[in-house]
């Protein structure tokens, strides 16, 4: 991340800060970074941590989109800081904050246990009944097999949709879009012989969901988890009427 003294143009990065049981509240940190034509937001926050101040705490691992774990709220919207550039913002300010609805660990860290108990409710993994470990057989799928639920196994976990979810900020017991999607997941694979009924139709999970849409829309792998939710709502209507019809 280097740069040159020619490197003039800047731009305003105000940075939540934060420290729970030292601080009363978060505050607002004003820094000026290079604006680099292809700095991300995430660079950005790299230089002030490298540069200017690093007490600055916040996540990052890949830089490529996939480990979902740079997720921030950037001007107010949920974002992987990784693909938000800050050219996006002309010269800014560009406000920096945690994601809404988690406890706030330490300036842009945020508390995750929550949704990883859920997310093991739903039991995101290939449920087999009747076989033994280790499992020695293959379950070749078509096409076609595949397609039904590939969409919603591109999650990545990174948590904007429940950042972008209105339920969830205001119901934390609300199941959340990304745990209900990768149930989804599971349901629809040909291969999968679990049975997630009783987890997901309750009040706190598909039919705790108003469709407002945001979760797909702040979404950066394109999974559609309010779509995944409203199919699931079918699923289990006729279900009730039809108690023997599983997926």
């Not at 101040?53 to 990784?82: I, K």
């Not at 591109?154 to 972008?164: D, K, P, R, V």
């Not at 995944?228 to 009730?240: F, G």
Request: contains cysteine; glycine residues 6%.
């Amino acid at each position: 991340m280097a740069v040159t003294e020619t490197d003039t143009r800047t731009i305003l990065l105000e940075v939540a800060r934060y420290r729970p049981g030292e601080d009363d509240k978060p505050v607002f940190q004003e820094y000026d970074v290079p604006l680099m034509p292809d700095w991300a937001v995430l660079d950005g926050l790299n230089y002030i941590k490298d540069q200017l101040d690093g007490s600055l705490s916040f996540r990052w691992s890949c830089r490529m989109g996939v480990c979902g774990s740079c997720g921030m709220n950037v001007n107010g919207e949920p974002r992987l800081t990784c693909g938000t550039f800050l050219t996006e913002y002309g010269e800014g300010p560009v406000r920096i904050e945690p994601l809404k609805g988690f406890p706030v660990i330490r300036d842009l860290v945020v508390d995750i246990d929550d949704f990883l108990a859920k997310l093991s409710s739903v039991r995101p993994w290939l449920v087999r009944e009747g076989e033994e470990l280790p499992l020695t057989t293959e379950y070749a799928q078509t096409p076609a097999q595949l397609e039904a639920y590939k969409q919603y196994s591109m999650c990545i976990n990174c948590l904007l949709c429940y950042s972008a979810c209105p339920v969830y900020v205001l119901d934390p017991d609300f199941l959340g879009p990304a745990a209900i999607a990768l149930a989804q997941r599971y349901n629809l694979d040909s291969r999968d012989m679990g049975d997630r009924f009783d987890v997901l139709n309750l009040d706190d999970s598909v039919w705790g969901c108003v469709f407002v849409g945001d979760c797909t829309r702040v979404c950066p792998k394109h999974v559609d988890p309010a779509e995944a939710i409203q199919r699931y709502k079918v699923t289990a209507a006729l279900r009730s009427v039809l108690p023997w019809s599983r997926r």
